[in-house]
Every structure is written in C-alpha cells, then in structure tokens.
C-alpha cells in the first residue's frame, strides 16, 4: 500500500518497531514490571527502531496508553479505554492530523470512540475492544476515498485514491489482533473482565 499511496517504508518500518516493541516488552516482564513500564519500554523501542512519523506515533501511544494503566493494580476496562483516549490525543497533538486527513487518526478516533462508549455500557473489555477494532477496519478501509492532506503521502495524492492509508490499515489490523488475543481462550481478559 505504501509503494501505491506513500513512500513505501511503512511495512519495513512496522516490522521493525513492533519487533523491537515485542523483545522490550518481554523483557520488561520478565523483569517483573508492571504495566506502564512494560508499555514504556515498548514504545520507546518501537519509536527507536522504526523511525520515521509512524514510530514515534506509536512510540506516543503505548506509552499514553502506560500511563492510563499505571504499575500496581490489574487493568481494568475504564483504565484502558481512558489509555486508549490518551494515546489518541496524544497522536493528535504530536501529528497534528485530523480525521479525514487520510492518516492513522482516520481509524484511531473510530476506535477510541467505540470504546469508550462500548466500556461505558459495561460491555466488557474483550467485547467493547472487538467491536471498536470492527469500527476502525472500516474507518481504515474507508480511507481510500480520500485524498491525504497530512505527511509523506501528501504529495502523492491523487495516486493514492482507491488505495487505503498503510498507518490506518496497519493500526486496524494491530487492533483485531489484540481482539483476537482478548476473546481468545488463552486471553486473560476471556470472562469479559469488568
């Protein structure tokens, strides 16, 4: 997608930065570190070695979504939908994007609404999380009408219609995998943890 609608780095880069995410983050627990510090090390590996904005956009998340967390007590649904709309912002003020500007942001804002709302009705995290990554999916796929109006892909604009943004794409296919691993009979947040 991103030979088509951008400079064609952020698959390399993805790969990368969730590579050195996951190495950081199992060192972290193996260390016995609590939830923040796990996420902190994570985005700081991530935003190391990926480079380029969508490092350091996830460098802004995991370490948003740490703080919401905290270190002591287990995560609750609350914490992280609140870490969910800290990484949001968080994205927003380092990237300056918008929604429809053709960016991560296009399936970030659906996600975090999802949530929120869904954590809200008391639906349970690995339920409210399911549906927010369904709304981002198709908040992702959606960004192929659009022209970019923000970062690298801008001057390829009108090449990339038809094609969705690699960063939304990408951060909805992270969010369904994280779903995945919720709703799974290994997840720990299986009975649907309040």
Known sequence: MDAIAGDG????????????????AR????????????????????????????GALWGVALRA???????????????????????????????????GDKTMVDALVPFAETLDRDVDADRGLADAWVAAAAAASAAAAATADLLPRMGRA???????LGTPDPGAHSFALIVTAVGEVLTGDAGPFKENAR
């Open 65 to 99: 979504i740490g703080g919401a967390l905290g270190d002591e007590a287990a995560p609750t649904a609350r914490a992280v939908a609140a870490g969910v709309a800290a990484a949001r912002d968080g994205i927003r003020a380092y990237g300056k994007a918008q929604v």
């Open 9 to 24: 780095d952020h698959g390399i880069g993805m790969q990368r930065g969730s590579d050195a995410a996951l190495e950081a």
């Open 154 to 160: 801008r001057p390829h604009a009108e090449k990339s």
């Open 27 to 54: 060192a972290a627990a193996e260390a016995g570190a609590g939830a923040a510090t796990l996420l902190d090390r994570a985005g700081d590996a991530w935003s190391d070695r990926a480079g380029g904005t969508s």
